[in-house]
C-alpha cells in the first residue's frame, strides 16, 4: 500500500453513544476500497500520549456528563496541549456532539455544574436545566466547507445543551431544518482549520460520503505534503437515502 493514515479514535468506551462507531467504519473502509492502508489506535484512559502524536486523523464520539468528567480528568495537561497542536496545524478531526462541547471553553451541565473544556475551540455550552426541553430530531443543513456549499448534509440531533459561538470560529453549517447549536441563530456545529465539531449523530459519515472522503483527503495532504485526488467511489445508495431524508423532512 502506497499510503498510510492513523486514525486515532479518543476513549471510545466512554465517548461512543448514538452510533458513533460508525464513523470510524466509514473511514475505515472508504480508505481500504482505495488501497489506502488505515491503523485505528483506541485511546483510553492511560494510553499514551504517542498514540495522539502519530495520528493523522482525530475522532471522538459523544457522552453524558459523567463519562465526559472522567475524560477531562484523563486528558488534562499532556494530551490536551498535543491535541491543540494537531487541530492548530492543521490535523482533520471530527468531534460529535458531547465531545464537541468538550472542544469548547466549558460546559454547563442542568444543575449548574460547570465542566472545563479544553478552550481548543471559541465556544461555551449551557443547558438551562432539567425543565427545558432537548434539541431531538432529523436534521437538514447546509455545509460551509468550501467544496461542499452547494450540497446538503443530514443527521440526527439530540442534545439537551445550547452551543455558542465566539468571534474566532465559524460555524460548521446552516440549518435549513431542524435545531442546530442552539435553536436561535441559525448555526450547526463549528470548524477550525481541518476539524470539525458538530452535534450529528446518525452517525453522520454514512449519510454524508463526502464529508469523509473530505476527512481522508486534508489527513494524506497534511501527511504527504501534497494535493491528493481520491479514487471516486460508488455512492448511489448512500446518496439515495440521504435524498429520501431530506425530502421526508
Known amino acids: ?14 465517548m461512543s453513544t448514538y452510533g458513533d462507531r460508525g464513523n470510524i467504519i466509514v473511514l475505515q473502509k472508504r480508505c481500504e476500497w482505495r488501497g489506502i492502508g488505515v491503523h485505528i489506535d483506541c485511546h483510553g484512559i492511560d494510553s499514551p500520549v ?3 502524536t502519530r495520528a493523522d486523523v482525530l475522532f471522538m464520539g459523544g457522552a453524558q456528563d459523567r463519562q465526559q468528567d472522567m475524560v477531562s ?7 490536551t496541549e498535543e491535541i491543540r497542536h494537531k487541530i492548530e496545524k ?11 462541547q468538550f472542544l469548547g471553553k466549558y460546559y454547563k451541565a442542568a444543575d449548574g455544574t460547570k465542566i472545563s473544556g479544553l478552550g481548543i475551540f471559541d465556544l461555551y455550552t449551557e443547558h438551562s ?11 437538514v443543513v447546509k455545509p460551509e466547507l468550501l467544496a461542499h456549499r452547494n450540497m446538503r448534509y443530514v443527521g ?14 465559524e460555524p460548521f453549517a446552516r440549518v435549513i431544518k431542524g435545531l442546530g447549536n442552539n435553536e436561535i441563530d441559525n448555526t450547526e456545529g463549528a470548524v477550525f482549520k481541518n476539524t470539525i465539531g458538530t452535534y450529528l449523530h446518525g452517525p453522520i459519515l454514512p449519510k454524508n460520503p463526502e464529508l469523509a472522503d473530505w476527512l481522508i483527503q486534508k489527513a494524506l495532504e497534511k501527511k504527504y505534503g501534497s494535493e491528493m485526488v481520491l479514487e471516486k467511489l460508488d455512492d448511489a445508495l448512500e446518496l439515495s437515502a440521504r435524498d429520501y431524508m431530506i ?3
Open 1 to 14: 500500500m502506497k499510503h498510510q493514515l492513523h486514525i486515532c479514535w479518543l476513549y471510545p468506551d466512554l
Open 129 to 139: 436545566g432539567d425543565q427545558e426541553e432537548r434539541l431531538i430530531g432529523n436534521i
Open 50 to 52: 504517542s498514540q495522539i
Open 73 to 79: 480528568k484523563d486528558i488534562a495537561g499532556k494530551k
Open 156 to 169: 440526527f440531533e439530540n442534545h439537551g445543551g445550547r452551543t455558542y459561538l465566539g468571534r474566532k470560529i
Open 90 to 100: 492543521g490535523t482533520p478531526g471530527l468531534f460529535i456532539c458531547g465531545a464537541y
Open 247 to 249: 425530502n421526508r423532512i
